[in-house]
């Protein structure tokens, strides 16, 4: 059974830096894509980043660009979401996702495990 396992929000100001991590367990996950997702009140849920495990392609949202970097730590089993620059429209709980492809879908209903998220606050 997959289980993941997110951690490392918090509360920061604007302009601050915050490191997500998310725990995975229950398979080997070199053919898997992780992906963050974030959901903000009254929102959608969106993407906010991917990684395929094996190959180590990327993908990140538009908004997101330059300032947030996804990262995989092989022996820990563990995806890393670097957020820098934050800003207030960055608050949301985010989350991570997990699935057995080799391509990282933006669309989260392609997603078919999850963690229980982690609040990020992030004041003017």
Do not use: H
């Not at 989350?95 to 004041?123: D, H, K, L």
Request: aromatic letters at 12%; one cysteine or more; a positive charge.
């Amino acid at each position: 059974q997959v289980q993941l396992v997110d951690s490392g929000g918090g509360l920061v100001q604007a302009g601050g830096s915050l490191r997500l991590s998310c725990a995975a367990s229950g398979r080997t996950f070199s053919s898997y894509a992780m992906g963050w997702f974030r959901q903000a009140p009254g929102k959608e849920r969106e993407f906010v980043a991917g990684v395929v495990w094996n190959s180590g392609s990327t993908n990140y949202a538009d908004s997101v660009k330059g300032r947030f970097t996804i990262s995989r730590d092989n022996a820990k089993n563990t995806v890393y979401l670097q957020m820098n620059s934050l800003k207030p429209e960055d608050t949301a709980v985010y989350y991570c996702a997990a699935e057995p492809r080799s391509y990282v879908y933006t669309n989260p209903s392609r997603y078919g495990y999850w963690g229980q998220g982690t609040q990020v606050t992030v004041s003017s």
